[in-house]
């Protein structure tokens, strides 16, 4: 999956496929999470976010079910 940089403290990249809804983050650390059945609009406003860690952490994780990729 194609990912984008951000400008985060905590998350490198972030990537997302519409056909199955899943959103991928990739953090500082190396390790990199996929989300499940994620609406494209919760992507935008992950991009969009002041803070892109505190929306992945109060949208995000724990509300999508998820695993680790890497």
């Known amino acids: 999956m194609k990912r984008v940089s951000v400008s985060s403290s905590n998350v490198a990249s972030v990537g997302y496929d519409k056909k199955t809804k899943t959103l ?5 650390n190396g390790a990199v999470y996929q989300y499940h059945s994620v609406p ?5 406003g992950l991009l969009e976010a ?4 505190r929306y992945l952490h109060k949208y995000i994780r ?3 079910p998820h695993f680790k990729t890497g």
Do not use: L, M, R
Request: net charge negative; proline share 0%; no cysteine.
């Open 24 to 28: 991928e983050v990739e953090f500082h």
């Open 40 to 44: 494209k609009s919760e992507f935008k």
């Open 50 to 53: 002041a803070s892109v860690g």
């Open 62 to 64: 724990g509300v999508y």
